[in-house]
């Protein structure tokens, strides 16, 4: 970016480019944005949204634009940059489109250079009439052409750029590939509750084990697979509940005799409020649950209690492992060695809980 005060021209194909390059550009040059006045000043909520976020100023489409881009000239010439896409809309199949004049006058009345910037990404990050979803954005900043530059240099300026940047998507991993189809297939919920209702009962790996697999190979499916677990780890809770108390014991792996004293100590004291301390202690859940059973906990109330301290645990497992997934987007060519080394912590932190309470 030049030191002064200049128009930068880019390609639009996405709602996101303001944000790219808002992000690409710094604060040094107070980026002003253009914005069309019959869409994003049409309602008191789109011009705050454009005003305060983007610094957006109206430019209208259907006569007085020009007069509208001549009121940013003193702007330029004091050192601020006016951000503007010649294209006048955004274009729906990638390819850049001609140039309208208005930015290009702009620049050689005000004096100042024109920085050409190629965008890509943005159109798969939020498509036209799309939706939001991840991918990798770039944003490259040419060379500044002087201020007697054409709309058509500017275009091939932009449109250069723009093929220099690239549109191959980041590397991915088979693996994370494959966990996300079957996170978003049909089974992908049945699995969450199952493998929940049996940790509840019986099996020795907890949900949350599962969360981390899945959720952050599909962050968008990690609130209904979390809320899937919680669901399959309170019907397993509630019928080891009941079948501890008509006298069935299930095998319970890696728990101890200590474990259960301890839960049995609790639930003397608070009853079904004793799970309260699971989230925290390391004590399997299928221990509560079982000696809940035992102790002739109402059903009820053992619900209810559960149903909070495990919420609270589950949901925020959830939304922890869907925000990393989303924070590690970029980096999803190594999901197989994120799911051996979680493994390998899971493990170890297991080893850990169950010699400390043995």
């Known amino acids: 970016m030049p030191h002064r005060g200049c128009v930068v021209v880019a390609n639009h194909s996405s709602h996101a480019d303001t944000a790219a390059l808002l992000a690409a550009l710094g604060a040094r040059h107070r980026p002003a944005i253009g914005a069309a006045a019959d869409y994003w000043f049409a309602s008191p909520w789109r011009r705050r949204v454009c005003r305060v976020l983007a610094a957006g100023f ?16 003193d702007g330029l010439r004091a050192g601020r940059a006016v951000v503007l896409f010649p294209e006048g809309t955004r274009a729906a199949d990638g390819a850049v489109g001609a140039f309208h004049r208005g930015a290009l006058v ?12 190629g965008i890509t990404g943005t159109d798969r990050l939020l498509p036209k009439h799309g939706r939001l979803r991840p991918s990798l954005v770039r944003v490259r900043i040419g060379e500044p052409l002087p201020p007697s530059a054409t709309p058509e240099d500017a275009r ?6 723009h093929a220099r940047t690239g549109t191959e998507p980041p590397r991915d991993s088979p693996v994370r590939r494959r966990v996300a189809a079957v996170a978003a297939s049909r089974w992908g919920l049945p699995l969450a509750v199952a493998w929940a209702c049996a940790e509840a009962l019986s099996w020795p790996l907890m949900p949350e ?36 108390n008509t006298g069935h014991q299930l095998p319970a792996p890696l728990t101890t005799d200590r474990m259960r004293v301890e839960v049995r100590h609790q639930l003397a004291a608070e009853s079904a409020s004793a799970v309260r301390h699971q989230p925290w202690n390391g004590i399997p859940f299928k221990v509560y649950a079982a000696e809940a059973g035992r102790a002739a906990v109402p059903a009820g109330d053992w619900l209810a209690e559960s149903a909070r301290a495990r919420g609270a645990r ?15 987007h970029r980096f999803r060519l190594y999901y197989g060695v994120y799911v051996a080394l ?7 932190g297991l080893s850990i809980i169950v010699v400390g309470w043995s």
Do not use: N
């Open 106 to 117: 702009l620049a050689e009345r005000a004096g100042v250079p024109v920085v050409p910037v």
């Open 314 to 328: 589950t949901l925020t497992v959830g939304a922890a492992f869907g925000t990393l997934g989303l924070l590690l």
């Open 342 to 348: 979680l493994g390998a912590g899971f493990a170890a």
């Open 209 to 244: 084990l599962l969360l981390g697999i899945v959720c952050v190979a599909l962050p968008r499916a990690a609130p209904r697979l979390s809320l899937a677990a919680l669901a399959g780890s309170l019907a397993g809770g509630l019928l080891a509940l009941q079948l501890a």
């Open 156 to 161: 091939a300026a932009v449109a250069a750029l």
């Open 58 to 73: 109206p430019v209208r489409r259907t006569g007085g634009g020009m007069d509208d881009l001549m009121s940013m000239a």
